[in-house]
């Protein structure tokens, strides 16, 4: 038997499965979607085997054999196998990099097979129980023979279980003690007079005859230490193994069950239109204000998916994965839920994986990566917030989850709701055009009207002297929300908002000297960090241009913005959540809770605290500039102003007390401000599909963005120049390749960036360009200490 492997190396020329021979004794075990340990030249290294077949077209007397098998059942199975293959096609990546994107991280990490012994030694069947005697699990190496046997007893039931040894991904294990049946051997045995412990624990093992339990709680119950435990286990009254067991990520573990409510008429519409197409392939656009409720639709139809014994994903942008949609899961689906989000820890995501492979958990509520649930009878996927970028991966592979839903869907025959109260406008365009099936829900679901919001020009506070970073009408409301014992929540972006240290003399700011960006002052180490190679340095006493003594620091992190407060408000309850508060795992959480429970007055932060906060006492909400998104260099500026105005202000007025917004800008004209303040999504598309008509840009034309790094400009330069030359002669007229010219930050980490543009409507030839492109990279440029990235639709350009 030939298994083909895709090989864990990093960037060889080829892209495509090596055969290797299955040594005789694994060909019973070997199944595609397993892990792999084979020799690749002179090392040893992980593979996947997608495909086992008879015949080679190399010599099969020269194969190297596969020198391990990693997994007794496969990681991956048939339609993961599919999908990477797809994937590759779509994003233009490697294999390899598309098979280990679908599996946990703890499954990718260095490891020691073993074979855990779950259950008493007298269950195991007689040939394997010498090999487990005396101790509590089985090497891979010291397996090899047994493989056959350990399998089926793997899966027929959970007398021993495959675990992956290493740092981070060792399974939890508790120790159990079996206390032995047999009353009679209990009285028969000796022990002496003054083991006064032995004694004890043997009253115990009387009193308890035949039972199991935690070596813990014995500990505990017996009052006896684990030395003593052992003595006993020596003299054959009991019988210690192993139990694995999952780690409890969730600080929520008693949750009340709480049933559904009565939907809305307008709800009712929407879920009636998706359930009627529970056992379809097609896609639908939830767009729903904030607040209308689109959740409790997302609810009752996984509810309906869980009736029909089906599985269920539910993605969500990571920074709105707080503990109160949690909460809400759970209430609704108790332990049927699995979460996975960048919170937990490698071993904690893995349990939670593990849960969904082997079918404990129904449902996944999940950030990004969560898509790629390994459910096998999955019937509906929901991405709430549909239009976020963090669905996009920002590193290869460059996956939308949106895609790959869809793709899901087609294989399960399932539906895809993307839920949005402003929805990206390729999903808009694609809901105008049929393409996805539109849903609207109009009032909020517990009809509070919509917060007011009201928009203040800057450029009037400073036409009256008014210097500080809050509008009088601003600082008013706020004084006036405090003494009424109500909630503020005030939001800065942070980008465009950290605070860069100026020479006042000569304009000097100061640099990263590995990059080509400004260093950011961080008062509370009093250093200059570089936030994207992660240089810092002391803030100097004189200006190294100039060497005058003004230098001060500018723009206004959070941490400043912290201060002005204190003088508008003095005495406030502040809370901050921004990168720097939330460091610490936890920390999010704690932060909000405390919120929740009155403990501040003010949360104040970046995008972080733009969604998913649902707090009833929230009456007000400052944007302080709203101009830090709209000037960005990027295609989708205006969208991802509008969302975040959108967003934000859904946050006040949630519940019974109504809410305002103000909202402060510099260009209080612009389009994206003024429809946000009355949320007026459809005119804001029209517009904004004007201008992306005008300039080029998706929906109206799809982007690929190429970009080159090396440590020498003109190298980088040269690369992308070649690109162009190759990509004008290649490509249909009608396409337009754009550059090359330098990134936006062109130089990271002392490496230079060049990029060019490809905008097309239509572009048959274009997958075949790219692989091309690739290949002239792998055989070349690489060697010459290039790298090249690819990004097939990025969010941003
Ligand atoms: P969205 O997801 O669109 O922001 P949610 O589902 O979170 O909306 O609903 C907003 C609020 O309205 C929540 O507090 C929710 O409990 C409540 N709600 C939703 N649907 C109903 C309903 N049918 N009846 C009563 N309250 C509802
Ligand atoms: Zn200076
Ligand atoms: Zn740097």
């Given at each position: 038997m030939i298994a083909e492997v895709i090989v864990?190396?990093?960037?060889?020329?080829i892209d495509r499965p090596f055969d290797y021979a299955i040594p005789k004794h694994l060909e019973v075990l070997a199944e595609p979607g397993m892990r792999v340990k084979v020799p690749f030249g002179n090392r040893k290294v992980l593979g996947f085997i997608t495909n086992l077949k008879e015949?080679?077209?190399?010599?099969p007397a020269r194969l190297k054999p596969v020198?391990?098998?990693?997994?007794?059942?496969?990681?991956?199975n048939p339609e993961m196998l599919q999908m990477a293959n797809w994937m590759k096609k779509q994003t233009v990546c490697f294999e390899i990099d598309a098979l280990k994107v679908m599996i946990p991280a703890a499954l990718r990490a260095k490891y020691e097979k073993r074979f855990v012994l779950n259950?008493?030694?007298?269950?195991?069947?007689e040939p394997l129980r010498p090999h487990f005697k005396n101790k509590p699990f089985l090497r891979a190496q010291e397996a090899v023979e047994l493989y056959a046997l350990l399998k089926k007893e793997m899966v027929n039931g959970t007398i021993i279980a495959d675990t992956d040894i290493s740092q981070q991904t060792a399974v939890k294990k508790v120790k159990m003690v079996h206390i032995t049946e047999s009353l009679e051997t209990l009285e028969a045995v000796d022990v002496r007079a003054n083991a006064k412990q032995q004694l004890k624990l043997l009253a115990f093992f009387r009193k308890n005859v035949g039972r199991t339990i935690e070596a813990s709680q014995l500990q505990k119950e017996a009052g006896v230490t684990l030395p003593t435990v052992y003595n006993l286990v020596e003299k054959g009254l009991a019988t210690i193994s192993n139990m694995e067991s999952y780690r409890?990520?969730?600080?929520?573990?008693?949750i009340e069950k709480k049933g559904s409510l009565k939907l809305t008429d307008a709800q009712q519409t929407a879920f009636d239109a998706i359930e009627a197409s529970l056992n379809k392939s097609k896609t639908f656009l939830?767009?729903?204000?904030?607040?209308?409720?689109k959740t409790e639709i997302y609810l009752q139809t996984i509810d309906q998916v869980l009736k029909e014994g089906k599985e269920a994903i539910m993605l969500v942008p990571e920074i709105s994965l707080t503990p109160q949609m949690t909460v809400r899961f759970k209430e609704r689906f108790g332990d049927m839920v699995a979460v996975l989000h960048s919170g937990l820890s490698a071993g904690e995501k893995y349990d939670e994986w593990r849960k969904i492979q082997r079918h404990e958990v129904k449902v996944v509520v999940g950030a990004?990566?969560?898509?790629?649930?390994?459910?096998?009878?999955?019937?509906l996927i929901i991405l709430d917030?549909?239009?976020?970028?963090?669905?996009?991966?920002?590193?290869?592979?460059?996956?939308?989850a949106r895609d790959m839903a869809i793709w899901r869907s087609e294989f399960h025959n399932c539906p895809v709701i993307l839920g949005s109260a402003t929805p990206s406008l390729e999903s808009y365009a694609r809901a105008q055009k049929g393409v996805y099936e539109l849903l609207v829900l109009e009032q909020r679901a517990k009809n509070q009207p919509l917060p007011s919001v009201e928009i203040i020009d800057m450029r009037e506070e400073l036409r009256r002297?008014?210097?500080?970073?809050?509008s009088v009408q601003l600082a008013d409301a706020i004084r006036e929300r405090l003494e009424r014992k109500e909630q503020v929540v005030l939001f800065l972006n942070k980008r465009g908002y950290s605070s860069f240290v100026l020479?006042?003399?000569?304009g000097l700011v100061m640099q990263c000297p590995n990059c080509d960006i400004s260093l950011t002052y961080h008062r509370s180490s009093e250093l200059m960090k570089c936030h994207y190679c992660g240089h810092d340095e002391p803030v100097p006493h004189?200006?190294?241009?100039?060497?005058?003594?003004h230098i001060r620091f500018f723009g206004t992190g959070t941490q400043k913005v912290e201060e002005e407060l204190a003088k508008v408000v003095p005495g406030a309850r502040v809370l901050r959540m921004d990168v720097d508060t939330t460091r610490n795992k936890g920390a999010h959480e704690k932060i909000l809770t405390a919120f929740g429970e009155g403990k501040a007055d003010i949360l104040l932060g970046t995008q972080?605290?733009?969604?998913g906060l649902d707090f009833p006492n929230i009456t007000l909400v400052g944007v302080?500039?709203?101009?830090t998104t709209l000037?960005?260099?990027?295609?989708?500026a205006a969208e991802k102003t509008y969302q975040l105005l959108t967003q934000v202000s859904?946050?006040?007025?949630?519940?019974?007390l109504p809410g305002s917004v103000f909202v402060q800008s510099y260009?209080?004209?612009?389009y994206a401000i003024t429809l946000a303040k009355d949320q007026l999504y459809e005119p804001f598309y029209d517009q904004e599909m004007a201008m992306r008509r005008a300039s080029g840009y998706p929906p109206y034309y799809y982007v690929v963005n190429i970009q080159f790094t090396h440590e020498d400009l003109m190298t980088a330069a040269g690369y992308a120049e070649q690109t162009v030359r190759y990509l004008t002669s290649q490509l249909s007229p009608n396409t337009l390749i754009i550059g090359p010219s330098a990134s936006l930050?062109?130089?990271?980490n002392n490496r230079y960036r060049y990029q060019c543009l490809i905008k097309y409507?239509?572009?048959?030839?274009l997958a075949e360009v790219m692989q091309q492109l690739i290949k002239i990279y792998r055989t070349e440029w690489i060697k010459k200490g290039a790298t090249l990235s690819i990004d097939m639709n990025p969010t941003s350009v």
């Open positions: 864990d190396v990093a960037a060889h020329p015949t080679s077209e190399f010599d020198h391990e098998l990693m997994d007794v059942v496969p990681v991956l259950a008493p030694l007298e269950e195991l069947p409890d990520p969730s600080l929520l573990s008693a939830l767009h729903g204000i904030t607040g209308s409720g990004r990566s969560a898509i790629f649930a390994p459910f096998e009878n999955l019937g917030e549909e239009h976020e970028s963090s669905y996009k991966q920002d590193d290869s592979p460059r996956y939308h002297g008014n210097r500080s970073m809050f020479c006042r003399d000569c004189t200006c190294p241009e100039c060497t005058s003594e972080m605290i733009a969604k302080l500039s709203a101009d000037h960005l260099p990027d295609f989708r859904g946050r006040a007025g949630r519940d019974k260009t209080p004209e612009h930050i062109a130089r990271v409507k239509k572009e048959p030839k």
